[in-house]
């Protein structure tokens, strides 16, 4: 880091901490986060002006600004619920409707079918990952017998395998009046 930048972090981060955690509630973030992004803003494509107010003025607009992506950003995004209950559907926890009962028992023996069929080792390892006992990484190393090391690989390829195997049984969706 040149000097420039340096005498930056020393005379703006003060700011910046104060600045950032005024702005980031209104945002919807984290202040730290806020403040990354300025940090980066500033590594990409800094104050170009030597005077002090100028630089603090620079600084004070880069936080308004990202903290307005990050609101922007939040308006956008929509959490996926791949259910797709309606808005005034009942949580999960709270009992549902029977409907969604029976697409989750569905699905969860579809789920169990696949894991099933898995070659190898995998099925055991899934069954672990899948237990309700929340079992961790040395528990599950020590009850299949294969060092905890090697669990992330084997996870990791057992998972593809059953990706490969789920996605193969999906259907296609259905073209939505485009017929040809």
Known sequence: MDLLKADLFEKLGPL???EAAAEA??????????????WVRLLESGPRDPDPTGR??????AVRAEARLAR???RREIPYDYRHRSAG????????????DLLNGEETRALRSAVARL???CPELMKALLSPRDLTYREIAGE???SQGSLGPVRSRCLGCLRRMLAAEVAAPGLRGKER
């Open 16 to 18: 910046l901490s104060a």
């Open 25 to 38: 509630p209104g945002a919807g973030v984290e202040a730290a986060d806020l403040e990354q992004a300025v």
């Open 56 to 61: 603090a003025r620079w600084l004070r607009r």
């Open 72 to 74: 922007r950003r939040a």
């Open 89 to 100: 559907a009942a949580p999960a926890d709270a009992g549902g409707a029977p409907e969604d």
């Open 119 to 121: 070659p190898g080792r």
């Open 144 to 146: 299949l017998g294969i």
